[in-house]
């Protein structure tokens, strides 16, 4: 099981704000995936990075960027903040095949962000 | 089309029943296959995983995959009430170079 961590858990915030979502891994998985689910619905990737210096958009584009300069660390920033961005925000990472893990992504526990 | 399809629920089953969840998925290449267990405002959390054709059981669960029919399902024997929560099908899809694709989920209810 992997420790995935983010912060901070809730955040409610004014229109207009910039937000840096945090997530960290301590196994050292290479790959890190941003997701952002409304209740009920699917998720959707809006980020990913296969390592260091390597981040790519996904099929949601939510006006975010992120970051990777360090494997363990992957953050989310959405650089003004509207009420359309109200979503649960969750971050997954996974090691590459052969690399002592199977295929499979591990969650953190989640950001539930409201933007007023 | 979606590109992973669940069957629609909600689904409810007595307690000590087995539960089925089905799963399709678009991509023929795809080579790996989930199935996460999400708890209302918690995040997914990983049950099982499948590689290869047929079943994988671990305790009360087994995933079943058949690609040809592009098809995975999960059964759980023995069902609790504790199991009731919404169950995501995801594929790691080849063509997309190898990202996850989510299906929109199963919720599950198990009466005691």
């Known amino acids: 099981e992997a420790d995935i961590y983010q912060t901070p858990r809730y955040l409610v915030i004014g229109t207009g704000k910039k937000i840096t979502l945090e997530c960290s891994q301590t196994?050292?998985?290479?790959?890190m995936y941003w997701y952002q689910q409304d209740p009920g619905m699917e998720l959707h990737l809006i980020h990913y990075?296969?390592?260091?210096?390597?981040?790519e958009k996904g099929d949601l584009s939510s006006e975010s960027t992120v970051s990777r300069i360090r494997t363990e660390h992957f953050p989310l920033t959405l650089e003004s903040a509207r009420p359309s961005h109200t979503s649960q925000y969750l971050c997954?990472?996974?090691?590459?095949?052969?690399?002592?893990?199977?295929?499979?992504?591990?969650f953190g526990p989640g950001t539930r962000l409201t933007v007023t | 089309q979606k590109e992973v399809e669940q069957n629609s629920g909600p689904l409810s089953v007595p307690e000590g029943a087995i539960a089925s969840l089905n799963c399709t998925y678009s991509?023929?290449?795809?080579?790996?296959f989930f199935w996460y267990r999400q708890y209302s405002g918690k995040s997914p959390e990983l049950i099982m995983f499948?590689?290869?054709?047929g079943d994988k059981e671990d305790g009360r669960f087994t995933a079943q995959l058949n690609k040809a029919s592009q098809y995975v399902s999960l059964l759980i024997r023995d069902s609790q009430p504790s199991d009731s929560a919404t169950y995501l099908c995801?594929?790691?899809?080849?063509?997309?170079?190898?990202?996850?694709?989510f299906g929109t989920g199963t919720s599950l209810t198990v009466i005691p």
């Open positions: 196994m050292g998985h290479d790959k």
């Open positions: 997954a990472s996974k090691a590459s095949i052969g690399a002592g893990g199977g295929d499979e992504q591990y």
């Open positions: 990075s296969y390592g260091v210096n390597s981040t």
């Open positions: 995801a594929v790691n899809m080849f063509r997309t170079g190898n990202q996850f694709y």
């Open positions: 991509d023929r290449g795809s080579q790996s």
């Open positions: 499948i590689y290869s054709n």
